[in-house]
């Protein structure tokens, strides 16, 4: 594994004159855990790079006294670059830098809706929800209790509302769940979102909101074969013989 890791406010503490204008990389202390933690990851075998953007502003050159200080805190490493070159590494660690999931949390928030049973989660799904969290920094699933009420030709959850909701709030790209049986409510929560998504197999279709001014962006589900009705039908199958044998297990 290769680490990178910035040196001022991550390795060691860094003053500053009191008008915050000057740097005393000269007087930079180091922290003592990030000493040891790096070592520890030396010694096991990774790849350390330190990088630092010292001078980049001045245009004066602190490899020397840089290189110096590594030596004395003793912290083990195999190569210093400057900031302006980004190294090749697996991981980044700098005090100035944010997880690119987090930092989209904290901006103002565009949200995206999009509507199902989501009955037996599969990787279609996942897929799906990935790509529409790509387009929006909040994604709602719209939960549908039992699209088989209304209309009779879908097939009846097997899982309860809760069950479903449980599971969905638990994947990464989901960022609520809000439950609705009749059509009228979830036409009631399209006006709190910017952005809907559909299945590109109703591009050519009706749908519930169609006449509803809203983006609607269309996600494509033809490069899977995934298919909640085949998993369950599969389910079927695979238990139909040891049920009719007389087993029976979980």
Known sequence: MRYCFDIDGT?????????????????????????????????????????????????????????????????????????????????FIDDK?????EWRKTQPPKKGIIAGAFDVIHPGYIRMFRDAKAHCN????????????????????????????EILLALRDVDDVVVYQAEETF?????????????????????TGKDIAIDVVWLDREGHDYSSTKLKRDIYNSVKGPAMAGLNYD
């Open 11 to 91: 390795i060691c503490h860094t003053p500053s004159d009191p008008d915050g204008h000057n740097v005393r990389y000269w007087d930079a202390t180091p922290f003592p855990y990030m000493v040891e933690r790096i070592n520890q990851l030396y010694d096991e075998g990774n790849y350390i790079i330190l990088m630092t953007a010292r001078g980049r502003g001045s245009g004066k050159n602190w490899t020397e006294l840089t290189r110096e200080q590594m030596d004395k805190w003793g912290i083990k490493y195999n190569e210093i670059e400057p900031m302006f070159h980004k190294p090749h590494a697996h991981i």
């Open 97 to 101: 830098g944010i997880n690119i999931e």
């Open 138 to 165: 909040h994604l709602t699933i719209a939960l549908h209790e039992d699209p088989s009420m209304a209309r009779p030709h879908k097939l009846k959850p097997v899982q309860t509302v809760e069950e479903r909701r």
């Open 187 to 207: 036409l009631s929560y399209l006006k709190d979102y910017e952005i809907r998504f559909l299945g590109t197999d109703y591009l050519d279709g009706s749908y």
